[in-house]
């Protein structure tokens, strides 16, 4: 392999397009690095001893993983990978196939 000053040259198909992604939505491993992050802290609480700050670590742990959650569905949606009426668990009426008001008279 050869290496030139191109990122991801010589490196596995699979590990370029986790960079790739990671570059394309990087809320996503942002809001990873920071529960893990978070969760580390509140388990050196819980070593220490000091109960407040260990629940309030595993309290921030909550908000970062909805984040998480919340910055994929956010990507999800805008790539239109989300199909609503089927995550749903059933049929969303489209606008244009709903039942028109009657006609008037010409």
């Known amino acids: 392999m050869s290496t030139s000053g191109r990122v991801g040259?010589?490196?596995?198909?699979?590990?370029?397009?986790?960079?790739?992604?990671?570059?394309?939505?990087p809320l996503v491993p942002i809001g990873a690095l920071t529960?893990?992050?978070?969760?580390?802290g509140g388990?050196?609480?819980?070593?220490?001893?000091?109960?407040?700050?260990?629940?309030?670590?595993?309290?921030a742990r909550i908000a970062a993983q909805f984040g998480t959650v919340m910055a994929m569905f956010g990507y999800g949606y805008s790539a239109g990978a989300i199909?609503?009426?089927?995550?749903?668990?059933r049929k969303v009426l489209d606008r244009s196939s709903s039942p028109a008001a009657p006609e008037a008279a010409a």
């Not at 529960?35 to 580390?40: G, I, K, M, N």
């Not at 388990?43 to 700050?53: A, C, E, I, N, T």
């Open 35 to 40: 529960t893990a992050a978070v969760l580390v």
């Open 43 to 59: 388990l050196y609480s819980f070593k220490m001893g000091d109960q407040k700050s260990a629940q309030l670590f595993m309290r």
């Open 83 to 89: 199909d609503w009426s089927s995550f749903l668990g």
């Open 9 to 25: 040259v010589g490196l596995p198909k699979q590990r370029m397009t986790f960079i790739e992604k990671c570059k394309s939505e």
